[in-house]
């Protein structure tokens, strides 16, 4: 079975301090994994995936398959990162299966 | 690109109405995913469509839920009766292909029902 974890439904932390949101998989085989972000009053969208091995809006996730983890990581938090982030797999079936997200609220 | 488009964007019923959504998919995409996402929850799977076949419905409640995807193109979910705990948002996505990499998401339908 495919499972994907946030173990934090709220995070909350000041401007410039550093960000880490939390991911926990369950999977068997080897994943994919995502992270989604939906911004106030917009759509749900990709931020990043573990196989670009990319730096979005500062952001950066790797993939540590002995922890099973992708925790989503970005140094200097600006007040534009509040947003609900959502942590996804995709595992054999090639559907995604999603966290139940964390909400960030960055403080001035 | 014009993205994802759904309507309607909010419904109000009574337990045991019917309803139905409407999704129209970034013009190309192969794959259609309609997701339930209750609050509090992430989005979850109900069916999945390649073209106009049905990939993984694994997760519809196929009792009362239905969804068509004619010609490849627009696709409608339809909820036959209602639950109470049907309340929730229902999201349309679409991908260029086959694999999950990168789905693209409508505005999403909140569905109350009373």
């Known amino acids: 079975a495919q499972r994907v974890t946030q173990p934090e439904k709220l995070l909350s932390v000041f401007k410039g301090a550093p960000v880490e949101l939390k991911c926990n998989y369950s999977?068997?085989?080897?994943?994919?994994l995502f992270w989604y972000v939906q911004y106030s009053r917009q759509r749900l969208q990709l931020l990043l995936r573990h196989i670009s091995r990319e730096s979005i809006k500062g952001f950066t996730a790797d993939l540590n398959k002995g922890e099973t983890s992708f925790h989503l990581k970005k140094p200097f938090a600006q007040e534009e990162d509040s947003a609900m982030y959502y942590c996804?797999?995709?595992?054999?079936?090639?559907?995604?299966?999603f966290g139940q997200g964390t909400r960030l609220t960055i403080n001035p | 690109e014009a993205g994802v488009a759904q309507s309607p964007r909010y419904k109000i019923i009574e337990k045991r109405q019917s309803v139905a959504f409407w999704c129209n998919p970034i013009s190309g995409h192969a794959t259609l995913y309609w997701y339930q996402q209750i609050l509090g929850q992430g989005p979850k799977l109900l069916i999945q469509f390649q073209n106009n076949g049905v990939v993984d419905d694994s997760q519809l409640p196929k009792d009362r839920f239905s969804a068509e995807r004619l010609k490849g193109v627009d696709s409608t979910l339809k909820i036959q009766p209602a639950k109470l705990e049907d309340s929730a948002v229902y999201l349309c996505a679409s991908s260029r292909d086959f694999t999950p990499n990168e789905q693209f998401f409508g505005p999403g339908t909140r569905l109350t029902v009373l």
């Open positions: 999977y068997s085989g080897s994943p994919e």
């Open positions: 996804a797999l995709s595992g054999g079936a090639q559907k995604l299966v």
